[in-house]
């Protein structure tokens, strides 16, 4: 009994851990330069890979000069680069990525998306658009673009990256190497379901102490990985469990 309440105690404090550390899922970047800026978070860009929904936009996006100026631009700042290093040791990375090896439901997505014309046609009217191929042409001469040129004879550009060791972002990156929440947090995606896409979420449902534990999902019967009287359970012979009930108790016959 105290081996099996201190497994729901370990997984339920690490998977709250991992739950408290995800933000709350952005809204779909709706301009170029805000796309470019999601590339560099890992928790975010492998979205547009689970959606083919977002997919359309990011490819919208992805096919304007704008973009490529805007991560041009981002990408001689070094504070940008200290986000990256954030956002790949964020716990919430994990939960972002394994979902598309580990979700059918992704591969689903992607296999009713390849059937369905509407999701061709936005994808290829996207290289037919007038307007942005004269955009394409005009890209030389335009501003962004001469912005990110003009960055580069920047002295301040140059200051940003001498004084980059003590910029906060590189700071909170090297103090979170040191942090044991973090290491704790990266178990806790680990054990946390949800990290691995709704199959996996419905079949590896673990009660919370407090709550009555759940006895069915939408995928069938919920089996509780993290109580070992669930494995013991594996092994019982259907029809042949044996009652723990004892015996009414018999009046002796009077003499």
């Known amino acids: 009994m105290k081996f099996k309440t201190l497994v729901f105690a370990t997984a339920v404090a690490f998977s709250g851990m991992a739950v408290a550390a995800d933000p709350a899922p952005p809204a779909v970047p709706q301009t170029p330069e805000a796309w470019a800026q999601s590339m560099w978070d890992f928790t975010r860009n492998p979205n547009p890979l689970k959606d083919p929904k977002q997919f359309v936009p ?86 962004r673009t001469m912005a990110l040129l003009m960055q580069t004879i920047n002295p301040a550009m140059y200051l940003k990256w001498m004084m980059a060791p003590l910029d906060p972002q590189w700071l909170r990156a090297g103090v979170n190497t040191m942090n044991p929440a973090l290491y704790l947090g990266w178990l806790g995606a680990g054990l946390n379901p949800t990290s691995y896409g709704d199959l996996w979420k419905g079949f590896l449902t673990y009660p919370v102490p407090g709550t009555p534990a759940p006895t069915t999902s939408p995928y069938g019967t919920t089996f509780n990985i993290f109580d070992p009287n669930a494995w013991t359970q594996m092994f019982t012979v259907p029809g042949m469990t044996p009652t723990l009930t004892p015996p009414p108790a018999t009046t002796p016959p009077a003499k």
């Open 58 to 143: 990011f490819a919208t996006a992805a096919t304007e000069p704008g973009f490529y100026a805007a991560l041009g631009t981002q990408m001689m700042d070094p504070s940008m680069w200290a986000y990256m290093a954030n956002s790949m040791m964020n716990p919430a990375a994990y939960s972002a990525w394994m979902p598309l090896m580990t979700d059918p439901n992704v591969y689903m997505k992607w296999l009713t998306a390849s059937m369905d014309p509407n999701f061709y046609t936005a994808l290829l009217t996207q290289f037919s658009d007038p307007g942005k191929l004269m955009r394409w042409m005009m890209a030389p001469v335009d501003p």
